[in-house]
């Protein structure tokens, strides 16, 4: 903000002078202002990169309250839900209830008793974590 502030008191001070500097005065002005304006556009990239920050958190919070109202826990697990009953492939709860991330659980290779979250590796009984078919829905 500041810079910007300097580069409009600089293209005042040419304007008043009506023409009438001498040229190295002028060269002088101008380099500042082309100083301040570049300062100023390098200002304004990295608040336009902390709004854009801002905006994805916003839309991810956003995300999570609205799967919020959709999802129900069942035994280890969050699922989805269609009038209060979950349904589906389960979702990691730590992910969930830390990070309000929606994280698939996948069965382990050879062992089809347990479940793996591949985000943050916590290990969940696959009977604690059941498919649950949705009754009377079709896809």
Not at 44 to 59: F, H, P, T, Y
Request: overall charge positive; charged content about 30%.
């Amino acid at each position: 903000m500041r810079s910007l502030n300097f580069a409009q008191d600089v293209s005042k001070e040419i304007k008043q002078a009506n023409y009438q500097m001498d040229r190295v005065e002028l060269k002088r002005l101008l380099a500042e202002l082309t100083a301040a304006i570049a300062s100023s556009k390098m200002e304004l990239s990295l608040l336009q990169g902390v709004c854009d920050a801002r905006d994805k958190e916003l839309i991810r919070l956003n995300e999570a309250l609205v799967y919020k109202g959709n999802l129900r826990r069942r035994g280890d697990g969050y699922y989805k839900s269609i009038d209060g009953r979950p349904y589906g492939q389960p979702y990691c709860s730590y992910c969930w209830e830390g990070n309000q991330k929606l994280i698939h659980l996948h069965n382990r290779i050879l062992s089809k008793d347990v479940r793996v979250c591949p985000h943050c590796k916590n290990e969940y009984q696959a009977i604690r974590t059941p498919f649950l078919e949705a009754e009377g829905y079709t896809a």
